[in-house]
């Protein structure tokens, strides 16, 4: 039997001498009577009740074939046992006794990486590969367990100290109550130099254990961070002033913030014993914790004069504008004129909150940063190394590599079988795409690329991406560099390729304060455009937004100043000046017309400029690692010893 078609009831069988022939089904398939019959597929009819038709083939198409021998007879197989449907409630009750036929082999703890399965030749990942990232019982029974049982004792009494529960019986917990799990998890911490700083061990809630208003309000989860751009700026605004900077860290932050719902939670204690708490603050995994805790600090910083800035919510500033904080959850970021303006603001939160002083900023939004007299280069060696160890197994190390440029490399690849466990491409794209939009440019697009493929990537696929990770590898002390700006003028630059993969033009925009980029993004139009002249006129607009926003922020913060957008198609500047109507133009969406009315208010100054000159060029196609280079130069720099 070649194939069965169920919907027709029809089978295709070849005869010995290569033909192929039609069997019909005369009676229909039965059904199963009841849910319990097997459901493994329709079973075959008994033979008496096909009737076998030839079906000729025409010679061209008949296949050359030798004839086969008869098939000898093979003894009757034992009918298949049928396998019960098992119900909701069965599983819920002997969900725990299921066996796994996968190996038991623990894997192997490697620096940051994988356990490897020879059975099936691919890689894996254990929780608790990572020595910086240990399981519970790693870090009980491991080598350091002394130093992670003093971590326990000190995150313990941090919740004793902030009075963050209240021991409870279990009887005095309200029937019905849906009781949250916890968890130990443990990290050590380490310097930029990769030493270690501290072993921390912190007690979490498991969160999806929570019940969706009963415990927390679906609605109230989300906490406001600073953005990556905001701390760019401010990184700017004080090298442009001379401003002194200086970070904290909140201890323990989210034990200071108080619950709204009444949570309870078990835990097991040093002992072995089950206590059972009732939380009086918010405990880290909860739901909540984070929205509580932004609050809290809100609240916080009303305090001492601090108001929050509309366009970047998690930024505060005094009413004269000479004190600016950017928080990023437990992590304050504060510039002001001199040291003595940030003590006065360094005591007034102390009033409320425990700090750690780290002084001028060097890690902070998993960025390194190194400062110089009148500068300060943004860089992720740190995470760079770590995917090296994760992904990059082989290959020498030392190796100067060159972005892979080739744009079959980047395609979806039909011929070639389609991983079925795309977790690990979509974990390697993931980092690359954090260090593209932090302090790696140049390699935008070449990621947006490859983020088209999480789903479908092919072996091509991967072996692109580990090439631009090996990239990385032997550029990892490069990152963005912010300098002493003339000025506080905000400069947009926009650009588009057209055409591209399903027709759809690429846009690329770069964001600058005082020429100091601040912000970029290479990002493929969600339309497809009839011209190279509107794929430019859409890109223009994407930019007219980012400038829109970079005004009104910066007018918070005390600075006004009006954009200029700059754009080397001549023809999308024309379309922003004026609203004759023109054939050509005539079916572009009225959204992307939202340029013409900044440009006409004032609010915004379009200027063209050569293509050559366009530093947002690299963002929207895959260019020569000459103009890389050359790039790189006017925007970025070393921290260290690049490979050569």
């Known amino acids: 039997m070649i194939g069965y078609t169920s919907t027709f009831g029809t089978y295709w069988v070849r005869t010995h001498e290569g033909a192929t022939k039609l069997a019909k089904n005369p009676i229909p398939i039965p059904e199963p009577e009841s849910e319990t019959e097997s459901e493994s597929g329709d079973e075959l009819p008994e033979m008496e009740n096909i009737q076998i038709q030839s079906r000729p083939i025409s010679p061209e198409f008949q296949p050359d074939l030798p004839s086969r021998p008869p098939t000898p007879e093979t003894p009757a197989k034992a009918p298949k046992k049928k396998r019960i449907r098992k119900d909701d409630d069965y599983w819920?009750?002997?969900?725990?006794?299921?066996?796994?036929?996968?190996?038991?082999?623990k894997p192997a703890i490697l620096a940051i990486g994988a356990a490897s399965d020879k059975s099936t030749k691919t890689t894996v990942f254990a929780i608790g590969a990572d020595p910086d990232h240990p399981t519970d019982a790693q870090a009980r029974s491991g080598p350091q367990a002394a130093e992670w049982e003093k971590a326990r004792k000190t995150e313990r009494a941090q919740l004793e100290k902030y009075q963050v529960f209240t021991k409870v019986q279990e009887s005095q917990i309200p029937e019905g109550t849906k009781i949250v799990d916890t968890k130990w998890v443990y990290i050590i911490k380490r310097k930029p130099d990769g030493t270690i700083e501290k072993y921390k061990a912190r007690k979490v809630g498991r969160g999806f254990t929570q019940e969706a208003g009963v415990s927390y309000d679906s609605d109230k989860t989300y906490a406001q961070m600073m953005r990556p751009e905001t701390f760019k700026i401010l990184l700017v605004i004080a090298l442009h002033r001379g401003w002194a900077v200086r970070q904290w860290d909140v201890i323990a932050a989210y034990l200071q913030a108080l619950l709204k719902h009444d949570v309870y939670i078990t835990d097991i204690n040093e002992a072995g014993e089950t206590e059972f708490w009732k939380l009086d603050k918010a405990l880290y995994g909860l739901k909540q914790a984070g929205h509580e805790w932004f609050k809290t600090l809100e609240r916080i910083m009303g305090t001492f004069g601090m108001s929050q800035c509309i366009g970047d919510e998690g930024t505060y500033t005094s009413k004269d504008h000479n004190l600016i904080i950017g928080t990023h959850v437990d992590d304050l970021l504060g510039i002001a004129p001199t040291e003595a303006d940030l003590d006065v603001a360094e005591k007034g939160a102390e009033q409320h909150v425990e700090l750690d002083k780290r002084g001028k900023p060097s890690k902070m939004l998993g960025m390194e940063l190194k400062w110089n007299k009148d500068s300060v280069v943004l860089t992720q060696t740190a995470l760079i190394e770590s995917m090296t160890k994760q992904f990059l197994t082989n290959g020498a190390p030392g190796r100067k590599r060159s972005l892979p440029l080739d744009p079959k490399c980047y395609m979806k690849d039909t011929e070639s079988e389609v991983s079925k466990k795309p977790e690990r491409y979509q974990s390697i794209v993931g980092g690359l795409l954090f260090i593209a939009r932090m302090t790696r440019p140049e390699i935008s697009i070449n990621v947006n690329l490859l983020g088209r493929r999480t789903t479908d990537a092919s072996p091509t696929n991967?072996?692109?991406?580990?090439?631009v990770l090996e990239y990385l590898r032997s550029t990892k002390y490069e990152g963005i560099t912010l300098r002493k700006a003339a000025d506080l003028h905000i400069r947009i630059y926009a650009d588009a390729s057209y055409g591209g993969e399903g027709a759809r033009s690429q846009t690329g925009v770069l964001t600058t304060l005082g020429n100091q980029a601040i912000g970029w993004y290479s990002r493929r139009q969600d339309v497809v455009s009839l011209s190279i002249t509107e794929a430019e006129y859409i890109a223009d607009c994407e930019g007219a937004k980012d400038a829109a926003w970079s005004q009104q922020f910066l007018a918070e913060l005390g600075i006004t100043t009006t954009p200029s957008l700059y754009t080397d198609s001549e023809g999308a500047w024309g379309l922003s000046q004026t609203s004759k109507f023109a054939r050509r133009s005539r079916h572009i969406d009225h959204r992307y017309h939202y340029i013409r009315q900044q440009n006409r208010s004032g609010k915004l100054t379009?200027?063209?400029?050569?293509?050559?000159?366009?530093?947002a060029d690299i963002l929207t196609k895959l260019v020569p690692?000459?103009?890389?280079?050359?790039?790189?130069k006017i925007w970025m720099s070393t921290s260290g010893a690049s490979i050569e």
Do not use: F
């Open 606 to 615: 379009m200027k063209t400029i050569p293509g050559k000159d366009n530093p």
């Open 625 to 632: 690692m000459s103009s890389v280079k050359e790039w790189k």
């Open 462 to 467: 991967w072996m692109t991406a580990l090439g």
């Open 92 to 105: 819920k009750e002997h969900v725990g006794e299921r066996k796994s036929t996968r190996s038991k082999t």
